[in-house]
């Protein structure tokens, strides 16, 4: 059994790799293209990592949500243009998606008579911005049911053959 470290200051990737019970050196057999020492420097945050690096950790530690995290705090493009997305539960997901949409139903109707003559005038961008903000919202909540979704076919909880197959039809 591996050790792990009693730090309470790990960040996301220690902490993915921990959860599979990995020493550096056995993650580092399993990520085959990054030394302990690599890892280690990710860890202690002395490097960041690259791309690449993060998407075969979140392929290897069965960790999703290292992508998003490396985009949504560590890439300065994506700092700018990609949410942070906190995993929760299905049922919380479906909730808050059901939620927005009821929310953007009722809203429709403004939305079509601000934007029908192409022009958002100051009467109506107060209420422009509480659709956008609205719609923001259901774009988080389809991304969080994506990432969710990810991370039950990478743990076998979702029998991935099964979903492969339903996809592409």
Known sequence: ????????????????????????????????????????RIEYEQFLPHPDEVLLMSEKYKDSMLCNYYCSQQCPIGQQYVPEIKIKDLSQIVLEMLASLNSMQRQTERLIDISADGIIDNEELKDFICIQRELEKISITVETLQLWAEQMLATGKIDMEQYNTLTQQ
């Open 1 to 40: 059994m591996a050790r792990t470290s009693a730090r309470d200051d790990k960040n996301v990737y220690w902490q993915a790799r921990d959860k599979m019970g990995l020493t550096r050196e056995e993650a580092s057999e399993l990520l085959e293209t990054m030394p302990p020492e690599r890892v280690a």
